[in-house]
């Protein structure tokens, strides 16, 4: 089996670490977390442009056809700079969610303005109660003739304070553990009855609290079959767990490079460290 990257792929990853490495230094980064939305509009206009935010959806849908490696790809050198911007919730979450499992209608509508960066969107999935349990859901959604009636609270929406649409998790039917009953649907962040409390989390990302109070939205907002979006929501999260590993990785690199170059440095010259010690004789 073949592990090198492709010739484009490493066309995508030249591209944005230099893009990375000249826009998104230690200083820019919080200049960027003092926005009011907690990171940069400038920046989401330039992953657009370099087809970033296409790149995980298919080309008969406004994207670049790309795969999982693009994705991780993207992700190991955000990582490296500790990159503030949605492109975790808005592409690999709820884009997983639109590009699995929504209608053609859905995905006609909503994957070009995201691909042109002029959608952001946020995945409202966890409650209070939840904890790691995806099918812990007690929102519900209550069938309505003209469309759905959205009750509930959600917990950790990550970017909620800034996505113009939210995709929210809610039972249909069933108690609140079960596997079945639970529905996805699209609604919009101004949306009579919804109200959000964006904070800052311990790493500077931003995420919001979201209450739904009797929340009205059409038929036409619920993704896939109603009370069977359990296995599809995790399968987006199997995919999106992979996609903090990625980043994890780009992060310890870029910690190890920043630890690992002065011990070389002093070791190379026989000299004592004075951040490290004496690395005489040590691998480095």
């Not at 919001?208 to 059409?218: F, M, P």
Request: neutral net charge.
């Amino acid at each position: 089996m073949d592990f090198d990257l492709s010739e484009d792929q490493r066309l995508l990853k030249d591209s944005l670490t230099r893009l990375l490495n000249d826009r998104y230094d230690f200083e820019r980064r919080k200049t960027y977390m003092s926005h009011p939305q907690g990171w940069s509009s400038e920046q989401w206009g330039r992953y657009a442009q370099m087809g970033l935010l296409a790149l995980p959806f298919a080309e008969s849908d406004g994207g670049l056809g790309g795969g999982a490696v693009e994705t991780l790809i993207v992700m190991e050198a955000f990582g490296r700079v500790l990159a503030l911007e949605p492109f975790l919730s808005t592409v690999v979450l709820c884009g997983g969610l639109l590009r699995l499992g929504g209608s053609p209608h859905q995905r006609t509508r909503l994957i070009p303005a995201l691909a042109e960066g002029r959608l952001l969107l946020a995945f409202a999935q966890a409650e209070k109660q939840s904890r790691y349990d995806l099918g812990d859901v007690s929102t519900t959604a209550l069938r309505k003739r003209d469309g759905w009636v959205l009750r509930g609270e959600k917990r950790y929406v990550l970017h909620g304070n800034s996505a113009d649409q939210l995709i929210v998790s809610a039972r249909v039917d069933g108690d609140r553990r079960d596997r079945t009953g639970i529905g996805l649907f699209i609604v919009d962040s101004g949306s009579p009855g919804l109200s959000r409390r964006g904070y800052r989390v311990q790493d500077g990302l931003r995420a919001a609290e979201i209450t739904l109070n009797d929340v009205h939205i059409g038929a036409d907002a619920l993704i896939g079959e109603p009370g069977q979006a359990l296995p599809l929501v995790e399968r987006v999260v199997d995919s999106a767990i992979a996609a903090l590993c990625a980043e994890a990785v780009g992060d310890v690199d870029r910690l190890f490079s920043s630890f690992a170059a002065p011990r070389r440095r002093y070791a190379c010259q026989g000299r004592r460290s004075p951040q490290h010690g004496d690395v005489r004789g040590h691998d480095v």
